[in-house]
């Protein structure tokens, strides 16, 4: 069987991010994997190592740096990888037809991805591919195994966590806590450069954006940023309950 | 019509369906506003939901008694599709993200997720968003004869209620089988106020030192302010708090009148969950901690020593 897994390059968390007329710039910004999503690649790698014969697949849409995103999940074991080149900012309504698409060419039965885009911010795009495909889905998956077609574990929910048991083919997304993520090692990053990376032409996939970016911008709320000196425990504390009572008046 | 999905717990309306109905009323899209009440023993849920809605739809069903995407996406879409919706709203939760984009797939709609305010503009409907970890905030738009969208939780003031209540129409639905199989359930329950309802959340951090410090620390603290507990991830992690206390970028993000955060030293995955609450407290020895750059009171001093006096000094 065959296992796609989903990567999407992001600013390191830690980078400062900036604007550049209405939208944000990533130029000279440090990118690395979606760490939602090397949880994806890593959790491939396991159910191969735990017995699943599976081909597993790395994906990438976007902008040709994503090689680099590529190239990671190669050097960790990843066998093959497709990307999709292009600079046009697809929405996740938009980018699960491409998916989609390639998940059937493929002829793909799971496909993994980050339960949420550390960029966009969105959850959406594992619900929208499983949809377009007529495929179940488990979102934010803390563990996960594969019995055959057979797909139990455990994810969480609004208000807790559930255990679960659904069949392939699905659609799974990953968060921390699934696993850890290995590190590639030098003999695998050298393999990596040998393994196959396809480019296909976003055109075949008809793909168009459903939505319109107007603007961005970055709101820094201003905080009052006063500071007590906690020398004093007693007085200090007294001091922030009369500022909480009477001066931002948030307690009674 | 505007169809907004309702959500519900332990047999009463969520917070997060009156924040839905005051997006629906502040969207500018013509209409009426329709509450979808999906579930099963679900009559109460329904007459509250009356109080805010122009009609409501109860669907109340055995097959509905337990959340399930695709059965809720199912029930959406043909909701939307038999009414001409041409605004879907629903709730910003997990698991109302989880099947929006299933409604959008359904209806060929374009999705507005996570929407923190609506406005309409000429046949289309504008949405601002955070995104980069809630550090940019965004202006989206989408036209088309239907809209889906999600609605952050806190982002919108809760709807107050009609002069007359709404109808209630039970309806019956088409739906598919379920395929995933839910074999255990986990359900962390708090006696206090659920973090996406509490006006002052009090988290605590790796800082607080272990399970016994917050136990005897934050909960003490935050029933005498009549706040709710939450915890970063490294405390969840560490297994001292369930994940249902858990505030940023892969827990809850939360938006309260004041979140006070001990021994929290402000990673931008957690400031993303909270960096929107009205007022930020922090209390952490480490005077450079990235915490007190958002925070608008801070106190530099041990948790340990401070908290007690807090306790003492909040004590009513």
Do not use: C
């Not at chain 1, 060419?105 to 949809?131: H, K, R």
């Not at chain 1, 929910?157 to 290995?182: I, K, M, Y």
């Amino acid at each position: 069987m065959k296992i796609l897994t989903l990567i999407r390059q992001v600013p390191d968390a830690e980078a400062r991010v900036k604007l550049s007329g209405n939208v944000v710039d990533l130029g000279g910004t440090t990118v690395v994997m979606d760490g939602m999503d090397e949880y994806g690649v890593e959790a491939a790698l396991r159910l191969r190592e735990a017995g699943a014969e599976a081909e597993i697949i790395a994906v990438a849409v976007g902008p040709q740096r994503n090689e680099d995103a590529l190239r990671t999940a190669l050097a960790m074991g990843v066998d093959r990888a497709v990307h999709i080149e292009t600079e046009e900012r697809l929405d996740a309504v938009a980018l699960s037809k491409v998916i989609a698409g390639l998940a059937r060419s493929e002829g793909a039965e799971l496909i993994l991805l980050g339960g949420q885009e550390a960029d966009w911010d969105s959850q959406a795009l594992g619900a929208a591919t499983a949809e377009r495909l007529g495929w179940a889905q488990l979102t934010w998956t803390n563990e996960l195994h594969l019995n055959g077609t057979a797909l139990t574990g455990r994810h969480d929910v609004d208000d807790g966590n559930e255990s679960f048991e659904t069949h392939l083919p699905a659609v799974v997304t990953t968060q921390q806590g699934l696993n850890e993520p290995r590190y590639p090692t030098l003999p695998n990053i050298m393999k990596a450069k040998k393994k196959e990376l396809r480019k296909d032409d976003l055109a075949t996939y008809g793909a168009a954006p459903s939505l319109n970016y107007v603007s961005a911008e970055i709101q820094v709320r201003a905080r009052l940023n006063r500071v007590i000196d906690g020398k004093d425990p007693q007085a200090a504390a007294a001091q922030l309950i009369d500022l909480l009572r009477n001066e931002a008046k948030v307690i009674r | 019509m505007i169809l907004v999905v309702a959500e519900h717990t332990g047999g009463k309306l969520a917070k997060a369906s009156l924040e839905m109905v005051s997006a629906a009323r502040s969207s500018g899209r013509e209409g009426p506003i329709t509450l979808l009440v999906l579930g099963h023993g679900v009559a109460g849920v329904a007459a509250e939901a009356a109080a805010v809605a122009d009609q409501v739809l109860v669907a109340d069903l055995s097959e509905l008694a337990t959340y399930d995407a695709e059965l809720w996406a199912a029930a959406t879409a043909q909701i939307a599709r038999a009414g001409e919706a041409h605004t879907v709203i629903t709730p910003g939760s997990r698991s109302g993200r989880e099947y929006a984009p299933r409604v959008a797939v359904k209806l060929d709609a374009p999705y507005l997720e996570d929407a923190i305010s609506l406005s309409a503009h000429g046949d289309a409907l504008r949405a601002q968003r955070y995104t980069y970890l809630s550090r940019v905030t965004e202006t989206v738009e989408a036209s088309g004869p239907v809209v889906v969208v999600s609605a952050k939780p806190g982002a919108f003031a809760p709807a107050a209620p009609l002069g007359a209540p709404g109808e209630q129409y039970d309806i019956d639905l088409d739906l598919p089988e379920r395929r995933v199989t839910i074999t255990g359930r986990s359900v962390e329950k708090s006696s206090r106020v659920a973090l996406s309802e509490a006006d002052i959340i009090v988290t605590g951090g790796r800082g607080v030192g272990n399970a016994e410090n917050f136990a005897r620390l934050i909960e003490p603290l935050a029933d005498n302010l009549g706040a709710g507990v939450g915890a970063t991830r490294a405390v969840v992690d560490a297994g001292w708090r369930p994940y249902a206390e858990q505030v940023g970028q892969t827990g809850k993000t939360v938006q309260p009148g004041a979140y006070i955060a001990l021994g929290v030293s402000g990673a931008v995955q957690h400031l993303s969950g909270m960096g929107k609450s009205k007022y930020i407290v922090a209390i952490n020895k480490d005077a450079e901690a990235p915490i007190f750059k958002v925070a608008d009171y801070g106190i530099v001093g041990d948790v340990s020593e401070i908290v007690p006096a807090l306790i003492e000094a909040s004590r009513r």
